[in-house]
C-alpha cells in the first residue's frame, strides 16, 4: 500500500494551490479518503474527507468554503483544491485511507497515510 502525496509549495495569503494523492497497492474505489495537517508540536487536524463515490464530503469549519475534496477512481487519486490560503494554513498536509466505503473525520478510523507535503502560506 502506498499514498504519495504532491503539489505543495510556497504560495501567498489569498493564493490556490492544489493537493493530490495517489495511491496504489489496495482497491481504491472501494475507500474512504482523508486529507489531513499537522504543525509541529501540534495534533494532526482533520482537514476533509470523502466516500468512496465522491458523492460524500465532509470539511473541517476552518476550511469550508474554500477547499474542496475530491476523487478520481480511475487514476486512483484523491485531490485537495485549497483557495484563499491563509498563514494559519501552512502544515504538514497528509492523505490517509480507511478500509470502509465512508469517510471520516477521525484520524484513528484510518489504516493507511502518506508522508505529507508542506504548504508554507506566506508573503
Known amino acids: 500500500v502506498q499514498l504519495v502525496e504532491s503539489g505543495g509549495g510556497l504560495v501567498q495569503p489569498g493564493g490556490s494551490l492544489r493537493l493530490s494523492c495517489a495511491a496504489s497497492?489496495?482497491?481504491?474505489?472501494?475507500?474512504?479518503m482523508g486529507w489531513f495537517r499537522q504543525v509541529p508540536g501540534k495534533e494532526r487536524e482533520f482537514v476533509a474527507t470523502i466516500n468512496w463515490s465522491g458523492g460524500n464530503t465532509y470539511y473541517a469549519d476552518s476550511v469550508k468554503g474554500r477547499f474542496t475534496i475530491s476523487r478520481d477512481n480511475a487514476k486512483n487519486t484523491v485531490y485537495l483544491q485549497m483557495n484563499s490560503l491563509k498563514p494559519e494554513d501552512t502544515a504538514v498536509y497528509s492523505c490517509?485511507?480507511?478500509?470502509?466505503?465512508?469517510?471520516?473525520?477521525?484520524?484513528?478510523?484510518?489504516?493507511?497515510w502518506g508522508q505529507g507535503t508542506q504548504v508554507t502560506v506566506s508573503s
Open positions: 490517509a485511507a480507511r478500509q470502509r466505503s465512508s469517510g471520516s473525520y477521525s484520524p484513528q478510523q484510518y489504516d493507511y
Open positions: 497497492g489496495f482497491t481504491f474505489s472501494g475507500y474512504g
